[in-house]
Protein backbone atom coordinates (compact mmCIF):
# COMPACT_ATOMS: atom_id res chain seq x y z
CA UNK A 1 0.00 0.00 0.00
CA UNK A 2 1.15 3.28 -1.12
CA UNK A 3 2.41 5.66 2.03
CA UNK A 4 0.96 8.93 2.58
CA UNK A 5 4.28 10.87 2.09
CA UNK A 6 4.81 8.98 -1.14
CA UNK A 7 1.36 9.82 -2.26
CA UNK A 8 1.77 13.50 -1.45
CA UNK A 9 5.14 13.13 -3.24
CA UNK A 10 3.73 11.55 -6.17
CA UNK A 11 0.79 14.85 -6.32
CA UNK A 12 3.94 16.84 -6.49
CA UNK A 13 5.63 15.09 -9.51
CA UNK A 14 2.14 15.38 -11.49
CA UNK A 15 1.53 18.63 -10.48
CA UNK A 16 4.93 20.71 -11.13
CA UNK A 17 3.97 21.40 -14.31
CA UNK A 18 1.21 23.36 -14.31
CA UNK A 19 1.92 27.07 -13.32
CA UNK A 20 -1.33 29.04 -12.13
CA UNK A 21 0.88 31.65 -10.48
CA UNK A 22 3.48 33.56 -11.69
CA UNK A 23 6.36 31.72 -13.05
CA UNK A 24 9.45 30.84 -10.60
CA UNK A 25 6.93 31.40 -7.24
CA UNK A 26 5.60 28.83 -4.96
CA UNK A 27 3.53 26.46 -7.09
CA UNK A 28 0.48 24.33 -5.63
CA UNK A 29 2.94 21.26 -6.68
CA UNK A 30 5.68 22.77 -4.07
CA UNK A 31 2.90 22.76 -1.49
CA UNK A 32 2.52 19.21 -2.05
CA UNK A 33 5.82 18.50 -1.88
CA UNK A 34 6.26 20.61 1.71
CA UNK A 35 3.14 18.74 2.96
CA UNK A 36 4.97 15.28 2.24
CA UNK A 37 7.76 16.32 3.80
CA UNK A 38 5.95 17.41 6.96
CA UNK A 39 3.97 13.98 6.84
CA UNK A 40 7.22 11.88 6.49
CA UNK A 41 8.51 14.23 9.34
CA UNK A 42 5.95 13.73 11.74
CA UNK A 43 5.27 9.94 11.25
CA UNK A 44 9.52 9.80 11.33
CA UNK A 45 9.61 12.52 14.33
CA UNK A 46 10.51 9.59 17.06
CA UNK A 47 13.05 7.90 14.73
CA UNK A 48 16.46 7.77 16.19
CA UNK A 49 17.87 7.81 12.45
CA UNK A 50 17.26 11.46 11.86
CA UNK A 51 20.86 12.62 12.90
CA UNK A 52 22.70 10.43 10.09
CA UNK A 53 19.46 11.36 7.56
CA UNK A 54 20.71 15.42 7.69
CA UNK A 55 24.41 14.56 8.60
CA UNK A 56 24.05 12.05 5.09
CA UNK A 57 23.32 15.28 2.91
CA UNK A 58 25.61 17.21 5.19
CA UNK A 59 27.81 19.50 2.23
CA UNK A 60 24.78 20.72 0.72
CA UNK A 61 23.62 21.34 4.16
CA UNK A 62 26.70 23.59 4.32
CA UNK A 63 26.16 25.11 1.49
CA UNK A 64 22.33 25.98 2.25
CA UNK A 65 23.54 27.49 5.31
CA UNK A 66 26.39 29.97 4.00
CA UNK A 67 23.96 30.42 0.71
CA UNK A 68 20.94 31.54 2.62
CA UNK A 69 23.33 33.73 5.08
CA UNK A 70 24.74 35.56 1.68
CA UNK A 71 21.54 36.10 0.65
CA UNK A 72 20.21 37.84 4.08
CA UNK A 73 23.27 40.35 3.85
CA UNK A 74 21.97 40.92 0.49
CA UNK A 75 18.81 41.80 1.12
CA UNK A 76 19.89 44.14 4.25
CA UNK A 77 22.24 45.61 1.79
CA UNK A 78 20.17 46.00 -1.71
CA UNK A 79 16.48 45.89 -0.18
CA UNK A 80 16.07 43.17 -3.01
CA UNK A 81 13.66 40.84 -1.53
CA UNK A 82 14.09 38.39 -4.09
CA UNK A 83 16.93 37.56 -2.30
CA UNK A 84 15.46 36.64 0.74
CA UNK A 85 13.24 33.98 -2.20
CA UNK A 86 16.75 32.45 -3.50
CA UNK A 87 17.06 31.47 -0.18
CA UNK A 88 14.33 29.91 0.14
CA UNK A 89 14.48 27.93 -2.47
CA UNK A 90 17.51 26.55 -1.46
CA UNK A 91 16.25 25.28 1.68
CA UNK A 92 13.32 23.97 0.43
CA UNK A 93 15.63 21.96 -2.26
CA UNK A 94 17.19 20.49 0.92
CA UNK A 95 13.98 19.55 1.92
CA UNK A 96 13.72 17.71 -1.52
CA UNK A 97 17.14 15.90 -0.99
CA UNK A 98 16.03 14.55 2.10
CA UNK A 99 12.96 13.06 1.71
CA UNK A 100 13.53 11.86 -1.96
CA UNK A 101 16.82 10.21 -0.55
CA UNK A 102 14.46 8.36 1.70
CA UNK A 103 11.53 7.58 -0.56
CA UNK A 104 13.77 6.59 -3.39
CA UNK A 105 15.20 4.00 -1.79
CA UNK A 106 12.10 1.53 -2.37
CA UNK A 107 11.56 0.33 -5.74
CA UNK A 108 7.62 0.19 -6.21
CA UNK A 109 7.81 4.15 -5.14
CA UNK A 110 10.44 4.09 -8.00
CA UNK A 111 8.19 2.31 -10.36
CA UNK A 112 5.07 4.88 -10.22
CA UNK A 113 7.63 7.74 -10.52
CA UNK A 114 8.34 6.16 -13.45
CA UNK A 115 4.74 6.23 -14.87
CA UNK A 116 4.40 9.82 -13.61
CA UNK A 117 7.34 11.16 -15.53
CA UNK A 118 6.17 9.16 -18.42
CA UNK A 119 2.32 10.66 -17.77
CA UNK A 120 3.80 14.16 -17.71
CA UNK A 121 5.53 13.68 -21.41
CA UNK A 122 2.20 12.54 -22.96
CA UNK A 123 0.01 15.63 -21.20
CA UNK A 124 2.49 18.27 -22.75
CA UNK A 125 1.99 16.31 -26.00
CA UNK A 126 -1.35 16.14 -25.58
CA UNK A 127 -1.68 20.07 -25.19
CA UNK A 128 0.86 20.48 -27.98
CA UNK A 129 -1.54 18.31 -30.45
CA UNK A 130 -4.87 19.42 -28.90
CA UNK A 131 -3.93 23.30 -29.71
CA UNK A 132 -4.54 23.50 -25.63
CA UNK A 133 -0.59 24.22 -24.90
CA UNK A 134 0.38 28.04 -24.61
CA UNK A 135 2.68 29.64 -26.29
CA UNK A 136 5.11 32.60 -25.34
CA UNK A 137 6.69 35.33 -28.14
CA UNK A 138 3.90 33.06 -30.10
CA UNK A 139 6.43 30.85 -31.58
CA UNK A 140 8.05 29.01 -28.72
CA UNK A 141 5.55 26.26 -27.40
CA UNK A 142 5.57 26.27 -22.97
CA UNK A 143 2.51 24.04 -22.82
CA UNK A 144 1.59 24.13 -19.13
CA UNK A 145 4.54 26.26 -18.51
CA UNK A 146 5.00 29.91 -18.75
CA UNK A 147 8.79 29.76 -19.95
CA UNK A 148 10.07 27.88 -22.92
CA UNK A 149 13.41 26.67 -21.11
CA UNK A 150 11.37 25.51 -17.98
CA UNK A 151 9.01 23.87 -19.91
CA UNK A 152 12.19 22.22 -21.62
CA UNK A 153 13.94 21.44 -18.72
CA UNK A 154 11.28 19.75 -17.78
CA UNK A 155 11.09 17.62 -20.36
CA UNK A 156 14.62 16.77 -20.30
CA UNK A 157 14.25 16.09 -16.42
CA UNK A 158 11.34 13.90 -17.09
CA UNK A 159 13.42 11.66 -20.04
CA UNK A 160 16.67 11.49 -17.81
CA UNK A 161 14.79 10.36 -14.45
CA UNK A 162 12.82 7.40 -16.62
CA UNK A 163 15.84 6.07 -17.85
CA UNK A 164 18.16 5.86 -14.00
CA UNK A 165 14.49 4.42 -13.34
CA UNK A 166 14.75 2.11 -15.14
CA UNK A 167 18.21 0.80 -14.71
CA UNK A 168 17.76 1.12 -11.32
CA UNK A 169 14.60 -0.91 -11.01
CA UNK A 170 16.12 -3.75 -13.76
CA UNK A 171 14.09 -2.84 -16.57
CA UNK A 172 15.80 -2.62 -19.90
CA UNK A 173 16.60 1.22 -21.11
CA UNK A 174 16.00 0.49 -24.72
CA UNK A 175 12.40 0.74 -23.39
CA UNK A 176 12.14 4.47 -23.69
CA UNK A 177 12.59 4.99 -27.44
CA UNK A 178 9.32 6.56 -27.26
CA UNK A 179 9.57 8.58 -24.37
CA UNK A 180 12.60 9.72 -25.90
CA UNK A 181 10.59 10.87 -29.28
CA UNK A 182 8.12 12.61 -26.98
CA UNK A 183 10.59 14.35 -25.46
CA UNK A 184 12.54 15.22 -28.53
CA UNK A 185 9.18 16.36 -29.89
CA UNK A 186 8.88 18.55 -27.08
CA UNK A 187 12.23 20.19 -27.24
CA UNK A 188 12.32 21.27 -30.65
CA UNK A 189 8.74 23.10 -30.40
CA UNK A 190 10.21 24.88 -26.98
CA UNK A 191 13.22 25.84 -29.56
CA UNK A 192 15.10 25.73 -26.28
CA UNK A 193 19.37 25.63 -27.65
CA UNK A 194 20.16 24.79 -24.41
CA UNK A 195 17.48 21.90 -23.63
CA UNK A 196 18.58 20.33 -27.70
CA UNK A 197 22.08 19.80 -26.89
CA UNK A 198 21.64 18.34 -23.72
CA UNK A 199 18.85 16.00 -25.72
CA UNK A 200 21.32 15.64 -28.89
CA UNK A 201 24.08 14.55 -25.80
CA UNK A 202 22.11 11.87 -24.04
CA UNK A 203 21.02 10.85 -27.39
CA UNK A 204 24.01 10.01 -28.76
CA UNK A 205 25.31 8.08 -26.07
CA UNK A 206 22.60 6.29 -25.80
CA UNK A 207 22.77 5.36 -29.49
CA UNK A 208 26.48 4.25 -28.49
CA UNK A 209 25.16 1.96 -25.86
CA UNK A 210 23.37 -0.03 -27.61
CA UNK A 211 24.28 -3.50 -29.03
CA UNK A 212 21.87 -3.81 -31.49
CA UNK A 213 23.25 -2.15 -34.24
CA UNK A 214 21.29 -2.41 -36.85
CA UNK A 215 17.87 -2.02 -35.33
CA UNK A 216 19.65 1.53 -34.08
CA UNK A 217 20.47 2.35 -37.26
CA UNK A 218 17.06 2.21 -38.07
CA UNK A 219 15.50 3.86 -35.26
CA UNK A 220 18.27 6.79 -35.97
CA UNK A 221 17.17 7.58 -39.83
CA UNK A 222 13.55 7.64 -38.82
CA UNK A 223 14.11 10.40 -36.31
CA UNK A 224 16.82 12.01 -38.18
CA UNK A 225 14.07 11.87 -41.22
CA UNK A 226 11.26 12.59 -38.76
CA UNK A 227 12.96 15.98 -37.50
CA UNK A 228 13.97 17.00 -41.22
CA UNK A 229 10.26 16.75 -41.91
CA UNK A 230 9.75 19.37 -39.24
CA UNK A 231 12.52 21.48 -40.04
CA UNK A 232 10.72 21.86 -43.44
CA UNK A 233 7.11 21.82 -42.72
CA UNK A 234 7.64 24.21 -39.42
CA UNK A 235 4.85 26.19 -37.91
CA UNK A 236 2.57 27.90 -40.64
CA UNK A 237 4.20 31.69 -41.02
CA UNK A 238 6.78 30.23 -38.18
CA UNK A 239 10.79 30.90 -39.59
CA UNK A 240 12.00 31.39 -36.50
CA UNK A 241 12.26 27.22 -35.66
CA UNK A 242 14.68 25.77 -33.62
CA UNK A 243 17.48 25.30 -36.23
CA UNK A 244 16.98 28.66 -37.44
CA UNK A 245 17.82 29.66 -33.45
CA UNK A 246 21.00 27.34 -33.39
CA UNK A 247 22.08 28.49 -36.70
CA UNK A 248 21.82 32.13 -35.36
CA UNK A 249 23.82 31.49 -32.80
CA UNK A 250 26.76 29.50 -33.78
CA UNK A 251 26.96 32.84 -36.67
CA UNK A 252 26.93 34.93 -33.29
CA UNK A 253 30.18 32.81 -31.67
CA UNK A 254 32.15 32.80 -35.04
CA UNK A 255 31.72 36.88 -35.51
CA UNK A 256 31.90 38.02 -31.96
CA UNK A 257 33.87 34.92 -30.24
CA UNK A 258 33.28 32.76 -27.75
CA UNK A 259 33.81 35.77 -24.76
CA UNK A 260 30.48 37.40 -26.33
CA UNK A 261 28.54 34.20 -26.02
CA UNK A 262 29.61 33.82 -22.44
CA UNK A 263 28.67 37.43 -21.95
CA UNK A 264 24.78 37.21 -23.13
CA UNK A 265 24.50 34.25 -20.70
CA UNK A 266 26.07 36.71 -17.94
CA UNK A 267 28.99 34.80 -17.25
CA UNK A 268 30.98 37.69 -17.86
CA UNK A 269 30.32 38.81 -14.39
CA UNK A 270 33.15 36.57 -13.38
CA UNK A 271 35.65 38.35 -15.27
CA UNK A 272 34.02 42.14 -14.47
CA UNK A 273 33.48 41.07 -10.64
CA UNK A 274 36.30 38.68 -9.81
CA UNK A 275 35.99 39.79 -6.27
CA UNK A 276 32.32 37.99 -5.88
CA UNK A 277 33.95 34.44 -6.03
CA UNK A 278 35.25 34.81 -3.03
CA UNK A 279 32.85 36.00 -1.32
CA UNK A 280 29.31 36.25 -2.87
CA UNK A 281 27.48 38.79 -4.83
CA UNK A 282 24.00 37.25 -3.35
CA UNK A 283 21.23 36.66 -5.47
CA UNK A 284 19.14 39.48 -6.46
CA UNK A 285 19.74 43.26 -6.91
CA UNK A 286 21.00 42.85 -10.41
CA UNK A 287 21.37 46.16 -11.39
CA UNK A 288 24.37 46.53 -9.11
CA UNK A 289 26.24 44.76 -12.48
CA UNK A 290 25.85 47.35 -14.75
CA UNK A 291 28.99 46.73 -17.03
CA UNK A 292 27.53 42.90 -17.81
CA UNK A 293 25.36 42.00 -20.54
CA UNK A 294 22.25 41.00 -18.62
CA UNK A 295 21.87 43.90 -16.55
CA UNK A 296 18.46 42.81 -15.14
CA UNK A 297 18.79 39.70 -15.32
CA UNK A 298 20.42 36.31 -12.89
CA UNK A 299 23.61 35.00 -14.50
CA UNK A 300 22.40 32.14 -17.01
CA UNK A 301 24.80 29.36 -15.95
CA UNK A 302 23.98 26.73 -13.09
CA UNK A 303 27.62 26.28 -11.55
CA UNK A 304 29.49 29.73 -12.45
CA UNK A 305 26.03 31.02 -11.11
CA UNK A 306 26.17 29.48 -7.55
CA UNK A 307 30.08 30.08 -7.70
CA UNK A 308 29.50 33.45 -7.90
CA UNK A 309 26.60 34.29 -5.92
CA UNK A 310 27.83 32.43 -3.02
CA UNK A 311 31.38 32.40 -2.93
CA UNK A 312 34.34 30.11 -2.74
CA UNK A 313 33.34 28.30 0.17
CA UNK A 314 29.92 27.72 -0.21
CA UNK A 315 30.47 26.83 -3.81
CA UNK A 316 33.24 24.37 -2.85
CA UNK A 317 30.54 22.23 -0.32
CA UNK A 318 27.90 21.97 -3.11
CA UNK A 319 31.07 20.55 -5.94
CA UNK A 320 31.96 18.12 -3.11
CA UNK A 321 28.36 16.88 -3.03
CA UNK A 322 27.78 16.57 -6.65
CA UNK A 323 31.24 14.27 -6.31
CA UNK A 324 30.28 12.33 -3.45
CA UNK A 325 26.86 11.37 -5.84
CA UNK A 326 27.87 10.63 -8.83
CA UNK A 327 31.56 9.17 -8.07
CA UNK A 328 32.02 5.57 -9.27
CA UNK A 329 28.36 5.14 -10.00
CA UNK A 330 27.59 3.09 -13.40
CA UNK A 331 28.98 3.39 -16.88
CA UNK A 332 25.16 3.19 -17.93
CA UNK A 333 24.54 7.07 -16.58
CA UNK A 334 27.63 8.79 -18.25
CA UNK A 335 24.77 10.17 -21.00
CA UNK A 336 23.04 11.25 -18.08
CA UNK A 337 25.15 13.19 -16.10
CA UNK A 338 27.48 14.47 -19.22
CA UNK A 339 24.38 16.12 -20.82
CA UNK A 340 23.17 17.62 -17.82
CA UNK A 341 26.23 19.29 -17.04
CA UNK A 342 26.10 20.59 -20.79
CA UNK A 343 22.54 21.84 -20.58
CA UNK A 344 22.80 23.18 -17.07
CA UNK A 345 25.85 25.56 -18.34
CA UNK A 346 23.71 27.40 -20.53
CA UNK A 347 20.49 27.12 -18.23
CA UNK A 348 20.31 28.11 -14.46
CA UNK A 349 18.73 25.20 -13.25
CA UNK A 350 19.62 25.49 -9.09
CA UNK A 351 16.14 26.00 -8.34
CA UNK A 352 14.50 23.26 -9.64
CA UNK A 353 14.20 20.23 -7.08
CA UNK A 354 14.25 17.74 -10.76
CA UNK A 355 17.95 18.96 -11.07
CA UNK A 356 19.02 17.67 -7.41
CA UNK A 357 16.94 14.41 -7.69
CA UNK A 358 18.74 13.38 -10.97
CA UNK A 359 22.28 13.24 -8.74
CA UNK A 360 20.38 11.96 -6.37
CA UNK A 361 19.28 8.83 -8.13
CA UNK A 362 22.96 8.31 -9.26
CA UNK A 363 24.28 6.57 -6.19
CA UNK A 364 21.12 6.51 -3.72
CA UNK A 365 20.77 2.47 -2.07
CA UNK A 366 17.67 0.89 -3.47
CA UNK A 367 15.74 -1.68 -1.26
CA UNK A 368 13.82 -4.21 -2.70
CA UNK A 369 12.24 -8.06 -1.81
CA UNK A 370 13.31 -10.88 -2.95
CA UNK A 371 11.71 -14.36 -2.73
CA UNK A 372 13.07 -17.10 -2.70
CA UNK A 373 14.80 -19.03 0.61
CA UNK A 374 12.43 -21.01 2.33
CA UNK A 375 9.50 -19.46 0.72
CA UNK A 376 10.48 -16.36 2.31
CA UNK A 377 11.24 -12.28 1.57
CA UNK A 378 14.26 -10.77 2.53
CA UNK A 379 15.82 -7.19 2.27
CA UNK A 380 18.59 -6.60 0.12
CA UNK A 381 19.92 -3.45 -0.38
CA UNK A 382 21.48 -3.00 -3.63
CA UNK A 383 23.55 -0.28 -4.75
CA UNK A 384 24.01 1.61 -8.78
Request: with cysteine; proline share 3%.
Amino acid sequence: MIKPEQALFLLFLFCKPFYFLPSGSFQIGDSLLVFSFLVFAIKNRKNKLWGKWIWQDKEYLFFAIGAVFINQVCYLGYGDSFSLFAGAYILYNYLVIVLFRRLASERRFLQQMEHICRLNLWIQCFLLVSGWGRYRFEHRYVGSFQDPNQMAFFVFAMLLLIYIIRIKIGEKKEGIWLDIFLSGILIYCSKSVGAALGFFIFFICFLLSQRKWKGVFLVAVSVGVLFLFLFQAQLPGDSYHLFYRIQEKLYKIQADGISNFLSQRGIDRIWLYPWYLLWGAGDGAYTRFSKSWLVFQELHSTLPQLWFCYGAVPFFCILCWLYQNIKNVSPKYVGVYLSLFVESFVLVNSRQPFFWMIFLLGKNSLFYIKQGENNGKRKKRIWE
